[in-house]
């Protein structure tokens, strides 16, 4: 990050006091930083040759795929590919719903319950002292897979209720409440003028909450649209993203296209009106580098489950000057410093974010579930999953009346594809997946204003983690050329 | 036979591609039901004849999974039949063949519908060993369902 990046960051993160001529100088400053980006960005998305920026794309190249005896080894840690469905070897290709769980996970949570279970952050005794060490150890942990600050790290139930937590946060800076005695949250406060920006492509829970929040402090909901091939319109971009938006919500990457989306030039359109910037990471997490000060985001989310971790823990990172900035979202204990009758004055970032007893098991588990993927590496990872994916993108490609959304291009993108069978509805066509044991995702993917962006009420998805295989791909490639002709369709009609 | 091959019996691909009873009017009452997990809709209308007192035919649209589209277009094939052989469907009736419908389809596999009953419609006995498929099947007779609730419930 240059010094000017830097200035810009601060700048995003300071600069909302609805002062236009600081807001002004703010764009004028950083409008430099813009002009690295003058229409070179589409080139870039399109150029899969081009080398993507840190942290915003598969690697592809620089590491090798795993071997096959790697791939073996990784795939013999998930007890659950072993089973059969439906008499067949199960192929898990529904990561991007849910990952599954290495035995080492598992042992991790079950070990603290057998072992060290207590209330954290409370207590005296040697049970409790244990208890609070192996979570806050958890945070260390996400915190250092992030690069980022231990006291950036939230957890909290799932993805989802991060992002609520941020929005409801400002919504109630919005009218006029901060943490306790402290002001600091005023500037963060959305008003009618103000504009949030979303995408058209974003999971539900990185769109309602903000839908919500502009219902509730008579902020605007503009969202940059995509075009037919899912990628998004950055002219239009351009134009929304200006003086009145206050904050950006956008996914790290599609969860129905499996694109990257172009962060290079969303986050300076951003950072140059001084909005705060969003990043939904769910889908990227398990797939890319997370770097979220590399990549200037002011709040990132992800989920524990889709990296290989337990449910019911989700991560919020945030800028440390920002969350002990926002007010919180539940109240409780464990979140105060001092109470009486009237009211509570509020601890910093995360204890104020984290009231009740917190997700200890769910914390420790995703914490080996970081180890577990950094040992494998993220950039190995990507590198497989890339193979993976070029050959089921190749294969989908070859089989007639198949319609992928989005671009079919492997890169910049993840291991996923979310495709249309004509004349058969998703529901039926992953019937036919699930008949030979293959696992794969139909319906909406909780974005339906994409799918009725690209035409459609549903499609398959096939997703892809660290232990998918050639051998998957093909088997998945080969049943859903079965799809048609067992619903009698011939390759040339439709219906 | 495969479960798939029971799941999806000719006649119920042939329903799905050339469903029966669609076509509603305008202002008639209706009951509309989706599926929120696959995004299956159907918008069902009861018909009655000129008493009040029984079901002349069911009128539906919608969109879909085979299943859920076949379900209704055979629903609407048993009412049409019920009442070519004037023996047209009571509340009381139609309440009935709904709940069997429903046990049947949440039997895993266990209960069968009984084909002098459910006609054609029996064929949908292959989805009740797909969980996740059954709220498709029931679509169609949820809707007629809260038709008939709506009404002030079967009499008594």
């Known amino acids: 990050m240059t010094g000017h990046d830097r200035a810009c960051a601060r700048l995003g993160g300071t600069a909302r006091g609805g002062i236009s001529a600081q807001r002004t100088s703010g764009r004028a400053r950083c409008a430099t930083r813009r002009s690295e980006y003058p229409g070179g960005v589409t080139s870039l998305a399109a150029t899969p040759a081009a080398s993507p920026p840190a942290g915003h794309a598969a690697a592809t190249g620089s590491s090798a795929p795993f071997t096959s005896d790697e791939l073996a080894s990784i795939r013999s840690q998930f007890p659950i590919l072993g089973r059969e469905v439906n008499g067949h070897p199960l192929a898990y290709l529904d990561s991007a719903a849910t990952a599954q769980k290495p035995l080492r996970v598992i042992e991790a949570e079950s070990a603290f319950y057998r072992e060290s279970n207590a209330a954290v952050h409370r207590g005296a005794h040697t049970l409790a002292g244990e208890a609070t060490e192996l979570y806050e150890d958890a945070r260390r942990t996400v915190a250092a897979f992030l690069a980022v600050d231990e006291n950036e790290v939230v957890f909290t139930s799932h993805a989802t209720e991060a992002l609520n937590l941020v929005a409801y946060a400002l919504g109630t800076a919005s009218i006029g409440r901060g943490a306790g005695a402290s002001a600091a949250a005023a500037p963060y406060g959305l008003h009618a003028g103000d504009e949030i920006v979303v995408t058209e492509l974003e999971h539900h829970a990185n769109l309602i909450p903000w839908q919500e929040l502009a219902a509730r402090t008579g902020a605007t909901l503009r969202y940059i649209p995509v075009h037919d091939d899912g990628t998004l319109d950055l002219d239009a971009a351009a134009s929304i993203i200006g003086d009145r938006t206050r904050a950006l919500a956008l996914a790290h990457v599609s969860n129905v296209t499996g694109a990257t989306l172009p962060l290079e030039v969303l986050v300076p359109l951003a950072r140059a009106v001084g909005a705060l910037v969003v990043l939904d990471a769910c889908q990227a997490a398990p797939h890319l580098a997370l770097h979220p000060r590399e990549l200037d985001v002011d709040i990132a989310v992800f989920s524990g489950h889709k990296l290989y971790g337990p449910t019911g823990i989700g991560v919020l990172y945030g800028r440390a000057e920002l969350l002990n900035a926002l007010p919180p979202f539940l109240y409780g204990g464990s979140m105060i410093t001092t109470v009486t009758m009237e009211r509570a004055e509020y601890l910093p970032s995360p204890q104020r974010f984290e009231p009740g007893t917190p997700r200890i098991a769910q914390a420790i588990g995703l914490a080996e579930a970081v180890r577990f993927v950094s040992e494998l590496g993220l950039d190995r990872i990507a590198a497989s999953e890339h193979a993976l994916t070029e050959r089921m993108l190749a294969g989908l490609a070859r089989i007639p009346k198949i319609r992928v959304l989005g671009q079919p291009s492997p890169a910049p993108r993840v291991g996923l594809a979310s495709i249309v069978v004509d004349g058969v509805h998703a529901h039926d066509a992953g019937q036919v997946l699930d008949e030979v044991g293959i696992a794969a995702r139909v319906g909406h993917h909780c974005a339906q204003p994409l799918h009725r962006r690209f035409g459609v009420t549903a499609s398959l998805r096939l997703s892809l983690g660290v232990h998918s295989t050639a051998d998957e791909v093909d088997r998945a490639l080969a049943a859903v050329a079965s799809i048609r002709p067992f619903f009698g369709l011939s390759e040339g009609a439709t219906s | ?156």
Not at chain 2, 89 to 101: G, Y
């Open chain 2, 1 to 156: 036979m495969s479960g798939l091959e029971q799941l999806y019996q000719q006649i119920i691909i042939d329903h799905s591609k050339h469903p029966h009873g669609v076509g509603l009017d305008a202002g008639e009452e209706t009951s509309h039901q989706r599926n929120p997990v696959c995004g299956d809709e159907i918008t069902l209308a009861l018909r009655w004849d000129a008493e009040g007192a029984h079901i002349d035919s069911v009128a539906w649209e919608g969109a879909g999974c085979s299943i859920s589209q076949a379900s209704a277009s055979l629903l609407a094939t048993l009412a049409e039949e019920s009442a070519d052989e004037g023996t047209a469907w009571t509340p009381d009736e139609l309440t009935a063949l709904i709940d069997e419908f429903r046990e049947a389809l949440r039997s895993r596999g266990a209960t069968p519908l009984d084909e002098e009953r459910f006609g054609d419609a029996a064929a949908l006995s292959g989805v009740s060993k797909y969980v996740a498929r059954v709220k498709c099947a029931m679509l169609a007779w949820v809707a007629a369902e809260d038709l008939l609730q709506r009404r002030g419930g079967p009499a008594a």
